[in-house]
Nanobody, 124 residues
Framework: QVQLVESGGGLVQAGGSLRLSCAAS????????MGWFRQTPGKEREFVGG????????YYGEFVKGRFTISRDNAKNTVYLQMNSLKPEDPAVYYC?????????????????WGQGTQVTVSS
């Protein structure tokens, strides 16, 4: 069973950048499709994007519009979410998730393992 730990969240000014990391342990990262999600209180969890096992294919939520990039380093068992041009509507707890299999889904219920989340705050 894989354990996921996110890091890199914090406070950033609007227009700024953050890079989130998701470190996997207890399993081989390359065995999992990885996704990033976010959630704010009172709202449904939202798909940010995901990356296939080899890293050769990514898919993003519509709101991303080229601002975020997901990458992975399987040798380090780590997945990254580079967030640029952060907006006041981007604050949330950001979660990474792992899915057994090779297909990439945007639905959270398709993922098997979740991290504890990291808070992102954007000041205007």
């Amino acid at each position: 069973q894989v354990q996921l730990v996110e890091s890199g969240g914090g406070l950033v000014q609007a227009g700024g950048s953050l890079r989130l990391s998701c470190a996997a342990s207890g399993g081989t990262c390359s065995s999992y499709v990885m996704g990033w999600f976010r959630q704010t209180p009172g709202k449904e969890r939202e798909f940010v994007g995901g990356i296939k096992r080899s890293g050769d294919s990514t898919y993003y939520g519509e709101f991303v519009k080229g601002r975020f990039t997901i990458s992975r380093d399987n040798a380090k068992n780590t997945v990254y979410l580079q967030m640029n041009s952060l907006k006041p509507e981007d604050p949330a707890v950001y979660y990474c998730a792992a899915r057994v299999g090779r297909l990439l889904f945007s639905q959270g219920d398709q993922y098997d393992y979740w991290g504890q989340g990291t808070q992102v705050t954007v000041s205007s």
